[in-house]
Protein backbone atom coordinates (compact mmCIF):
# COMPACT_ATOMS: atom_id res chain seq x y z
CA UNK A 1 0.00 0.00 0.00
CA UNK A 2 1.53 3.30 -1.20
CA UNK A 3 1.65 6.03 1.70
CA UNK A 4 0.90 9.94 1.17
CA UNK A 5 2.43 12.42 3.07
CA UNK A 6 1.37 15.78 2.54
CA UNK A 7 3.95 18.59 3.29
CA UNK A 8 2.86 22.25 3.83
CA UNK A 9 3.52 24.95 1.31
CA UNK A 10 6.04 27.17 2.50
CA UNK A 11 6.58 30.35 0.77
CA UNK A 12 10.01 30.17 -1.19
CA UNK A 13 11.45 33.29 -2.61
CA UNK A 14 12.63 31.50 -6.50
CA UNK A 15 8.96 32.12 -8.57
CA UNK A 16 9.28 35.85 -7.80
CA UNK A 17 9.86 38.34 -10.85
CA UNK A 18 11.02 40.97 -8.25
CA UNK A 19 12.25 41.39 -4.43
CA UNK A 20 12.13 44.82 -3.93
CA UNK A 21 12.84 45.80 -0.03
CA UNK A 22 10.61 47.95 1.90
CA UNK A 23 10.45 49.54 5.44
CA UNK A 24 8.16 46.58 6.82
CA UNK A 25 8.89 43.60 4.63
CA UNK A 26 10.61 42.21 1.58
CA UNK A 27 7.70 42.61 -1.02
CA UNK A 28 8.25 39.52 -3.41
CA UNK A 29 6.62 40.45 -7.02
CA UNK A 30 4.82 37.70 -9.29
CA UNK A 31 3.95 38.41 -12.65
CA UNK A 32 2.64 36.37 -15.76
CA UNK A 33 2.97 37.67 -19.15
CA UNK A 34 1.70 41.34 -19.11
CA UNK A 35 -0.02 41.36 -15.55
CA UNK A 36 0.85 41.29 -11.42
CA UNK A 37 -0.38 38.26 -9.88
CA UNK A 38 1.10 38.79 -6.74
CA UNK A 39 2.99 40.12 -3.90
CA UNK A 40 4.00 38.42 -0.97
CA UNK A 41 5.25 40.20 1.97
CA UNK A 42 8.25 38.33 2.81
CA UNK A 43 10.89 38.23 5.94
CA UNK A 44 13.04 41.52 5.85
CA UNK A 45 16.20 39.30 5.50
CA UNK A 46 15.36 38.05 2.00
CA UNK A 47 17.49 38.95 -0.41
CA UNK A 48 16.25 41.65 -2.85
CA UNK A 49 15.81 40.82 -6.59
CA UNK A 50 16.29 42.98 -9.35
CA UNK A 51 12.80 43.23 -11.71
CA UNK A 52 13.51 40.38 -14.59
CA UNK A 53 10.81 41.51 -16.74
CA UNK A 54 9.30 45.32 -17.56
CA UNK A 55 6.17 44.50 -16.13
CA UNK A 56 7.92 43.92 -12.67
CA UNK A 57 10.59 46.68 -13.17
CA UNK A 58 6.88 48.79 -13.53
CA UNK A 59 5.81 47.47 -10.35
CA UNK A 60 8.94 48.27 -8.43
CA UNK A 61 8.28 51.75 -9.57
CA UNK A 62 4.78 52.37 -8.82
CA UNK A 63 5.44 50.27 -5.21
CA UNK A 64 8.52 52.45 -4.63
CA UNK A 65 6.49 55.91 -5.17
CA UNK A 66 3.47 54.41 -3.25
CA UNK A 67 6.52 54.38 -0.26
CA UNK A 68 7.07 57.98 -0.81
CA UNK A 69 3.70 58.95 -1.38
CA UNK A 70 1.00 57.21 0.36
CA UNK A 71 -1.12 59.17 -2.07
CA UNK A 72 0.42 57.31 -5.35
CA UNK A 73 -2.76 55.97 -7.14
CA UNK A 74 -1.53 52.44 -9.29
CA UNK A 75 -2.06 52.14 -12.41
CA UNK A 76 -1.57 48.11 -13.05
CA UNK A 77 -3.19 45.57 -15.10
CA UNK A 78 -4.18 43.44 -11.87
CA UNK A 79 -4.86 39.45 -12.31
CA UNK A 80 -6.95 39.91 -9.33
CA UNK A 81 -8.91 35.86 -9.31
CA UNK A 82 -10.86 34.67 -6.50
CA UNK A 83 -14.48 34.19 -6.14
CA UNK A 84 -17.47 36.87 -7.17
CA UNK A 85 -17.73 38.15 -4.00
CA UNK A 86 -14.32 38.61 -3.23
CA UNK A 87 -14.04 40.52 -6.32
CA UNK A 88 -16.48 42.62 -5.44
CA UNK A 89 -14.88 42.95 -1.93
CA UNK A 90 -11.54 43.87 -3.50
CA UNK A 91 -13.30 46.44 -5.88
CA UNK A 92 -14.72 48.32 -2.92
CA UNK A 93 -11.53 48.58 -0.77
CA UNK A 94 -10.04 50.06 -4.58
CA UNK A 95 -12.15 52.69 -4.02
CA UNK A 96 -10.96 53.66 -0.33
CA UNK A 97 -8.72 56.68 -0.98
CA UNK A 98 -5.03 56.91 1.26
CA UNK A 99 -5.44 58.08 4.65
CA UNK A 100 -8.85 57.42 5.12
CA UNK A 101 -10.64 53.43 6.20
CA UNK A 102 -13.89 51.59 6.29
CA UNK A 103 -14.83 48.92 8.30
CA UNK A 104 -15.96 45.44 7.50
CA UNK A 105 -19.01 45.99 8.48
CA UNK A 106 -19.59 48.97 6.21
CA UNK A 107 -18.18 47.05 3.49
CA UNK A 108 -20.54 44.24 4.28
CA UNK A 109 -23.45 46.17 4.47
CA UNK A 110 -22.72 47.85 1.39
CA UNK A 111 -22.62 44.36 -0.24
CA UNK A 112 -25.05 43.05 0.74
CA UNK A 113 -22.48 40.54 2.98
CA UNK A 114 -21.35 39.87 6.29
CA UNK A 115 -18.58 41.39 8.29
CA UNK A 116 -16.61 38.09 8.67
CA UNK A 117 -17.26 36.92 4.80
CA UNK A 118 -15.25 40.64 3.94
CA UNK A 119 -12.67 39.85 6.45
CA UNK A 120 -12.22 36.22 4.76
CA UNK A 121 -11.61 38.20 1.23
CA UNK A 122 -9.25 40.91 2.77
CA UNK A 123 -6.74 37.34 4.15
CA UNK A 124 -7.05 36.11 0.33
CA UNK A 125 -6.00 39.40 -1.07
CA UNK A 126 -3.03 38.49 -3.21
CA UNK A 127 -2.15 41.96 -4.12
CA UNK A 128 -1.58 43.92 -0.85
CA UNK A 129 -1.11 47.54 -1.06
CA UNK A 130 -2.40 47.71 -4.78
CA UNK A 131 -5.68 46.33 -3.50
CA UNK A 132 -5.50 48.13 0.06
CA UNK A 133 -7.23 45.78 2.04
CA UNK A 134 -5.18 47.37 5.57
CA UNK A 135 -7.00 50.43 5.08
CA UNK A 136 -10.39 47.62 6.66
CA UNK A 137 -10.80 48.01 10.26
CA UNK A 138 -12.77 46.76 12.67
CA UNK A 139 -16.34 48.73 13.62
CA UNK A 140 -15.17 49.74 17.16
CA UNK A 141 -11.96 51.24 15.38
CA UNK A 142 -9.37 49.26 16.13
CA UNK A 143 -7.29 47.41 13.56
CA UNK A 144 -9.52 44.19 13.17
CA UNK A 145 -7.42 41.50 11.68
CA UNK A 146 -4.36 41.28 8.32
CA UNK A 147 -3.13 38.53 6.63
CA UNK A 148 -5.47 36.53 8.78
CA UNK A 149 -3.98 37.22 11.70
CA UNK A 150 -4.59 39.22 14.41
CA UNK A 151 -1.75 40.02 16.17
CA UNK A 152 1.85 39.36 15.68
CA UNK A 153 3.85 40.60 12.19
CA UNK A 154 0.91 41.26 9.78
CA UNK A 155 -0.33 44.07 12.95
CA UNK A 156 2.52 45.52 12.98
CA UNK A 157 2.90 45.80 9.06
CA UNK A 158 -1.00 46.95 8.49
CA UNK A 159 -0.23 49.94 12.10
CA UNK A 160 3.24 50.66 9.63
CA UNK A 161 0.87 51.12 6.88
CA UNK A 162 -2.11 53.33 8.44
CA UNK A 163 0.45 55.36 9.68
CA UNK A 164 2.30 55.51 6.77
CA UNK A 165 -0.94 57.15 4.83
CA UNK A 166 -1.30 59.52 8.28
CA UNK A 167 -4.85 57.50 9.86
Not at 62 to 88: A, C, K, V, W
Not at 100 to 121: C, E, F, K, M, N
Request: hydrophobic fraction near 40%.
Amino acid sequence: MNTVKTIPKIKTTNHYQARLVAPFAMLGIRTEEDWLTGIDYLPLDTLPLEPQNPLAREVCQQLNEYLTNPNFEFDLSLHMGGTIHQRRVWQTIQTIPSGRTRSYADIATQLHSAPRAVGQACGANRLPLVIPCHRVIAKNGSLGGFMNASDGIPIAIKSWLLRHESV
